[in-house]
């Protein structure tokens, strides 16, 4: 790829990334009164968040079945209140596990 081409596409990339964050700014220009909407904005980052997260959980360990131990453990451990590092050691203990156990299986 020559300089000239990473440059121009480097500039596409930048205006349409600012495009997308600009608009919603200069298209409401009074604060959001509806509830419905007001609700409906204030959860999306957490489902986009879900939604990129989740088939991650799933497919970073050699099997689905431990990545969904691992996430099946970590809710348990959040909805009980335990700290994050708990949750986040927990569960990669569990992960580890059932790879052990599925390895000594196959």
Same mark, same amino acid.
């Given at each position: 790829?020559?300089?000239?081409?990473?440059?121009?596409?480097?500039?596409?990339?930048?205006?349409?990334?600012?495009?997308?964050?600009?608009?919603?700014?200069?298209?409401?220009?009074?604060?959001?009164?509806?509830?419905?909407?007001?609700?409906?904005?204030?959860?999306?980052?957490?489902?986009?968040?879900?939604?990129?997260?989740?088939?991650?959980?799933?497919? +970073?360990?050699?099997?689905?079945?431990?990545?969904? +131990?691992?996430?099946?453990?970590?809710?348990?451990?959040?909805?009980?209140?335990?700290?994050?590092?708990?949750?986040?050691?927990?569960?990669?203990?569990?992960?580890?596990?059932?790879?052990?156990?599925?390895?000594?299986?196959?």
């Amino acid at each position: 790829m020559e300089l000239k081409d990473f440059f121009i596409y480097l500039a596409i990339m930048a205006g349409s990334t600012y495009l997308i964050r600009a608009i919603p700014f200069a298209a409401v220009k009074n604060k959001i009164e509806n509830k419905y909407i007001s609700s409906f904005l204030y959860y999306i980052p957490y489902t986009v968040l879900a939604a990129m997260t989740f088939p991650a959980v799933l497919y +970073a360990t050699d099997y689905i079945v431990s990545g969904m +131990a691992g996430f099946i453990v970590a809710v348990f451990c959040a909805y009980r209140g335990f700290s994050l590092t708990k949750v986040a050691v927990i569960a990669c203990v569990s992960v580890y596990l059932t790879e052990l156990i599925i390895s000594h299986i196959m």
